[in-house]
């Protein structure tokens, strides 16, 4: 099973991206849905996870910018990144995590223009 990410782009500040992300098959024993960045010469870090009873974490970086959703009955998890600056810039993973380990897509650049 893969996971493939898409809606990465080039936008300009203050303006939004919606990134999905989808499994190629059926995934079993899914705990969490989450996005992680990595920013040149940075770190990957964690931007949003989900739940599956729905809770959400966030970034302080990216709280009441970004929201983070899964599609009901699907091996699916999206992230809405509204208001974006520059420093947003990075490549951006999803990541499930399940019962047997975790499962990493294979990332989507984001490019914010000052």
């Known amino acids: 099973v893969q996971l493939q990410a898409s809606g990465g782009g080039l936008v300009q500040a203050g303006g939004f991206l919606r990134l999905s992300c989808a499994a190629s098959g059926s995934i079993f024993g899914i705990t969490a849905r989450g996005w992680y960045r990595q920013a040149p010469g940075k770190q990957r870090e964690l931007v949003a996870v989900?739940?599956?009873?729905?809770?959400?974490n966030y970034a302080d970086s990216v709280k009441g910018r970004f929201t983070i959703s899964r599609d009901s009955g699907k091996n699916t998890v999206n992230l809405q990144m509204n208001s974006l600056k520059p420093e947003d810039t990075a490549v951006y993973y999803c990541?499930?995590?399940?019962?047997?380990?975790?499962?990493w897509g294979q990332g989507t650049l984001v490019t914010v223009s000052s």
């Open positions: 990541k499930f995590h399940t019962i047997s380990g975790d499962l």
């Open positions: 989900i739940s599956n009873g729905g809770s959400t």
